[in-house]
């Protein structure tokens, strides 16, 4: 496998097509912990994440060969997700809550571990507050460092509709932080 690390995940995904199965190993493991990150993002249940994680990899897999090696393969793997992460969020009907046992530990100074943890913490309760459709383009801009473009691959939206979502987001954000501060 490590003749390949220096092929783009699009090269791999054409030899994988070709009758290189055990490649595949090499596209789970490229995009195993972006991808769990993403989905714990969105639904606060690392078994549902899990889950919906280990299912789009397979579905991936089974529709290897639809994949337009023309286009960014991340975005494609990341809007499979997205879908499977909706799908579980839509039939377990709950609300989606973000995971506030973030680590923040500096090994400095226990009471400047203490302030993170309490800003990580009052961030991910506004972030609770937020529609899914504005959280979700904020965590992938902000937390996953994906592009407009990407973005608006990932959620099927123009990129004008993901900056104004991005917009609105930050807007929404800062007055609900404001807000439960008082």
Request: include cysteine; proline fraction near 1%.
């Amino acid at each position: 496998m490590d003749d390949y690390k220096n092929k783009t995940d699009e090269e791999i995904v054409e030899l994988i097509s070709k009758g290189n199965k055990d490649l595949y190993a090499e596209i789970i493991r490229r995009y195993q912990t972006r991808l769990m990150r993403y989905a714990q993002y969105l639904v606060d249940d690392y078994a549902k994440a899990s889950d919906a994680v280990q299912e789009s990899f397979i579905k991936a897999y089974i529709n290897l060969n639809g994949f337009n090696t023309k286009k960014k393969f991340s975005s494609w793997i990341y809007r499979i997700v997205h879908n499977e992460v909706i799908n579980i969020i839509d039939k377990h009907k709950k609300s989606i809550v973000f995971d506030e046992s973030i680590d923040f530990d500096s090994g400095i100074n226990v009471e400047d571990s203490y302030m993170k943890e309490e800003l990580a913490a009052h961030t991910h309760e506004c972030l609770d507050s937020m529609d899914l459709k504005y959280r979700e383009p904020l965590s992938l801009y902000y937390l996953e460092d994906k592009s407009y473009e990407e973005i608006g691959d990932i959620l099927r939206l123009p990129i004008g509709t993901v900056a104004t979502r991005i917009n609105r987001a930050k807007a929404i954000m800062r007055k609900i932080c404001q807000t439960k501060t008082r």
